[in-house]
């Protein structure tokens, strides 16, 4: 038996005549557990499993597909026993490498744990297991009135599991909070294999918000399993309004005025010039191609409510020279310019072979000065550098196209983005909005944490997953990290495909 | 209690002289349970903070850190404590963008200190706690007592950014940041939330900040039968109108209410007179909003057959909201023998609260039902004698309820009671099976089991 820690990195750099690094008696185990068809081992296999959405790059040894909580129990025990890392995967559209194998081992992939376990309309609560996918559960429940608020652009293929991980947002989380605030109750398995159910379905148990510690964990305390979240009801009224600047400045003025009156839309995005070209090219949303930015603003509540907010919202506009505000007609003009926006990555994927979908966040109050620091690190890095992001809550997400083929365009790419992301820190902001740490940022956290700060948090990690086999080289800086992990090449080296 | 050789003397040289207190009175006034700490201590600074804990780390000396002391009972009386640490002097408004309607604020300010800045602003932070009077910002968290604008504006988990806080080392750390939307590292600040001082001495809080409606106003209906309360209060839940408050409550909860709305200024709403079950709600937004929800409540309360329904105008509105966020207090006051139970339940149907009533209809006390928003339920035991079987009837009762309510699946939680009774039986409950996980938590925030041990759930 291997020690641990010594050889399950398995990026790239793995020599193929050393492949499989694992125990093969292990993948045998699996195999006799799950059914040889819930089992991938093969090299071949395993490629489509070493990507995310990042551009970060790691293969597992083997993916596995539970049906069950017992399955994941299993699987982990068995993990344990070969002293292998686990990492648990949804559909794979997370920004941040959470999902990526970076410690090697063995991947739990939950694509076949996906039924809605049960839906109480009454209470608005629904018990659902972590490979359902986001959209799916609102999809149950519409017919009723309610909806699941967590709304990522990815929303139609991610799944809840993956969102409780990184705590996913989404253009929504304006008004109605992240994935944590729409999670009421938690089953998990622990790496010994245990099985454990944390917070409370109705109303808050006596104790620690141990829920609130595992939702945005990044996969590196525990497996989730099981999840009840809560529902909320659909609005009486929606407004979608479209403001259309001939200044980039203009359009974050107005985003920070209408946060200073206390306007709280329901969703506030901002697209730029050159991406909203891009997105009327592929979509033909409706967003005018001459402009320099646009806001799309939506509000909901009671009519009464939502009429004033869009006539203030749409004052503030004019006050700061919008060209011209639109409102939705009807449903399929706001389906319309909602996919626009849903679909802006689509769109610039036309652009380059790949882009690099920046996630910091800022003082809202700061918008206009980080929209300009961003442009002025594109010109220094020499890339033009998109924004679509979300405006109303300081969500930047700037987008650097580059080709991966080209090893130094890709590491000016990197150069360029941690620059942006340490301006937002300078601004008072912080690391990751929505797409978490994972592997992508682990080695900035250091700019907002003090030793101290990782003590702590080590020491938690360590309260949960002792031997760092749960999702190891994931959050914490490699050299502030719990337990070993040997990663032969990092991500400057390996996040590229040569 | 420890025993430290000239522990006052070596915690002036931390802290300085006029900072530690150990005379008998001082120590008295920071008692709990009638237990008394060897020294308080009143830091100036975070740094101080740390370097009280670090001491207090290597000596094994128990603390238990406070506020304005409005909620030290809650939970268990810890079973070690030697030094209380008075948090008032840090008290700084250290960053506010109204801007952004972000704040970072020192544990020890007053929330009603702090509300006077916000509202220069025009803004607030909706922390509708008992005790307003007094409370500290870092109370309110700590204690995670409920407050009564829940329903609109959430628990603290939706609005808390990020703390500051020394752990059981002595180490001053940090979770989440200052901005609204933020997903960098564990969200340890929300362990913080209600976790009584058990993992970590709060010293600053990062909130984001809310706009002071325009109005605020109310409405009260009266129901002959708790069914019929409980079926308009569930109407108003699922036609989505968006309340800041929802409260039910009984006819005995609405007399000791009117006790309270009676001193002098107060006024007690017509709707009170006469028995039945009352449904308060209340609501803010623009003038049109009012009148829409107003409208609203009228058909409703007419179609639920009310017995009757009263608008109430802003500043009865005003008072009866006062007087139910305070509803702790005065519940806690209302007779010589009190025990409240915080009472959550999967659902609430008129059998489950009829149920409930009747363990005290079957004994020789009162008691007084609320049903506040997001479900919590309040129910109160009491009674004007203070003799045995008095005694006898208050023990039988809680914990004929707390097994009534796990029963149901549901959970309770001893918020007040009399000393005697907190000896009999324990304020949580019974363990969950997460319980475990708690102890992790504990473990890793204060591995020397220093901050106020025993008062959490299990003994924590």
């Known amino acids: 038996m291997p020690a641990r820690g010594v050889n399950y990195y398995s990026g790239n750099a793995a020599p193929d005549s050393r492949w499989p690094l694992m125990d093969p008696a292990l993948i045998r185990e699996l195999k006799s557990l799950l059914g040889p068809a819930n089992v991938l081992s093969q090299k071949e296999d395993l490629l489509l499993y070493e990507f995310d959405g990042s551009v970060e790059k790691a293969r597992p040894e083997v993916v596995v597909f539970p049906h069950t909580t017992e399955d994941v129990s299993r699987i982990v025990k068995l993990a344990a026993k070969y002293q292998v890392p686990v990492v648990g995967r949804g559909a794979g559209t997370g920004l941040s490498g959470g999902a990526l194998a970076r410690g090697g081992g063995v991947m739990i992939v939950f694509a076949r744990m996906n039924r809605i376990l049960e839906l109480d309309v009454e209470n608005r609560r629904a018990v659902v297991q972590p490979g359902v996918v986001n959209l799916d559960i609102t999809r149950a429940v519409e017919h009723a009135g309610l909806y699941f608020a967590p709304d990522p652009s990815s929303q139609k293929s ?64 525990a497996l989730v399993t099981e999840i009840t979240v809560k529902l909320s009801r659909k609005a009486e009224a929606v407004k979608t309004l479209l403001a ?51 806001l799309l603003i939506e509000v909901e509540g009671l009519r009464e409510a939502a009429e004033s907010q869009t006539a203030a919202i749409a004052d503030i506009c ?32 036309r652009l380059a072979p790949s882009n690099y979908v920046l996630d910091g966040v800022i003082p809202r109050s700061k918008l206009p000065e980080a929209l300009e620091q961003i442009h002025a690190t594109g010109e220094k890095y020499g890339f033009q550098i998109g924004n679509i992001f979300h405006a109303g809550d300081g969500n930047l997400h700037p987008i650097v196209l580059y080709d991966p083929r080209d090893a130094e365009q890709f590491s000016r790419a990197i ?70 992990i040997r990663v032969r090449n990092s991500r400057r080296a390996t996040g590229v495909q040569s | 209690m420890s025993s430290v050789a000239n522990l006052p003397s070596r915690l002036e040289k931390i802290v300085g002289s006029d900072r530690v207190r150990a005379s008998g009175a001082a120590l008295q006034e920071f008692a709990i349970a009638g237990r008394a700490p060897m020294a308080v201590l009143k830091p100036r600074s975070a740094e101080e903070v740390g370097e009280i804990v670090s001491f207090a780390a290597a000596e094994k000396l128990a603390v238990v850190a406070c506020g304005s002391r409005s909620k030290l009972e809650l939970g268990m009386p810890p079973q070690r404590y030697d030094l209380a640490l008075d948090l008032t002097d840090l008290r700084a408004i250290v960053h506010y963008d109204p801007g952004d309607l972000t704040l970072s604020v020192d544990a020890g300010l007053p929330l009603n200190e702090l509300a006077k800045a916000l509202a220069a602003k025009n803004q607030f932070l909706p922390l509708a706690v008992p005790c307003c009077a007094t409370s500290t910002v ?67 809080l990062n909130f984001r900040t809310f706009p002071l409606p325009d109005l605020r106003e109310a409405h009260l209906a009266a129901f002959p039968t708790v069914e019929a309360a409980l079926n308009f209060h569930a109407s108003l839940l699922k036609f989505g109108l968006p309340f800041s408050n929802l409260e039910l409550f ?29 449904v308060f709600a209340s609501f803010e937004g623009n003038a049109e909003v009012m009148e829409r929800i107003q409208r609203e409540l009228r058909q409703r309360s007419t179609q639920a057959q009310a017995a009757r329904s009263e608008t109430l105008d ?114 949580w409950g019974a363990k969950r099976a997460d319980f475990p996980l708690m102890q992790r938590v504990k473990q890793a925030f204060d591995p020397q089991n220093i901050f106020a041990p025993g008062r959490f759930v299990g003994g924590i």
């Open chain 1, 158 to 221: 991610c799944t809840i599991g993956g969102n409780v991980a990184e705590n996913s947002g989404g253009p929504h989380t304006l008004a109605y909070g992240l994935t944590t605030n729409h999670v009421a109750a938690l089953e998990l398995v622990l790496p010994d294999g245990e099985i454990v159910c944390v917070g409370s379905r109705h109303g808050d148990a006596p104790g620690y918000d141990l829920c609130g510690l595992f939702v945005g964990s990044e996969g590196t305390l």
């Open chain 1, 244 to 294: 259309i600047f001939d200044a980039v400045g203009d359009a974050s003025r107005t985003v920070v005025e209408m946060t200073a009156r206390g306007i709280t839309p329901a969703a506030c995005e901002m697209l730029d010039g050159w991406t909203l070209r891009a997105v009327e090219d592929y979509i033909h949303a409706g967003f005018p191609r001459d402009s320099a930015a646009v």
């Open chain 1, 318 to 349: 004019n006050t700061n020279h919008a060209r011209e505000v639109r409102t939705a007609r009807d449903e399929r003009e706001r389906d319309l310019l909602w996919k626009g926006r849903r679909n802006a990555f689509g769109a610039l994927g």
């Open chain 1, 415 to 484: 150069a360029a983005a941690e620059e942006i992301i340490r301006m937002c820190v300078s601004l008072g902001g912080a690391l990751t909005g929505e797409h978490g740490v994972g592997m992508e940022k682990n080695e900035l956290m250091t700019l907002l944490f003090s030793d101290a700060d990782f003590d702590l948090m080590r020491r938690i990690h360590d309260a949960f997953n002792p031997d760092s086999s749960l999702n190891p080289g994931k959050i914490f800086p490699l050299s502030k990290g719990c337990g070993e």
């Open chain 2, 138 to 204: 870092g109370g309110a968290i700590a204690s995670g007592i409920d407050s009564t604008l829940r329903q609109q504006y959430g628990t603290p988990r939706d609005f808390l950014l990020g703390a500051e806080f020394v752990d059981g080392t002595g180490k001053q750390c940090k979770s989440g940041g200052r901005v609204v939307k933020n997903v960098t590292g564990y969200d340890l600040h929300k362990l913080l939330i209600g976790s009584l001082g058990t993992l970590g001495v709060i010293t600053r």
């Open chain 2, 250 to 278: 009984d006819s005995d909860f609405s007399a000791l209410l009117a006790g309270f709305l009676n001193k002098p200024g107060g006024s007690v709403p017509e709707s009170f007179v006469g028995p039945g079950w009352q």
């Open chain 2, 314 to 427: 802003a500043q009865r509105s005003r008072q009866l909201h006062e007087a139910l966020r305070e509803a702790f207090d005065w519940l806690r006051l209302a007779a010589p023998s009190v025990a409240l139970l915080r009472i959550v339940l999967p659902r609430i149907a008129s059998g489950d609260v009829e149920e409930l009533l009747n363990v005290s209809q079957q004994l020789p006390l009162r008691s007084a039902f609320v049903l506040r928003a997001c479900g919590v339920a309040y129910l109160t035991l009491l009674s004007n004698a203070e003799d045995r079987p008095t005694k006898a009837a208050l023990e039988r009762g809680v914990s004929e309820l707390f097994s009534r309510v796990e029963a149901k699946k549901g959970s309770a939680t001893l918020v007040h009671a009399p000393l005697w009774l907190k000896d009999r039986m324990n304020a």
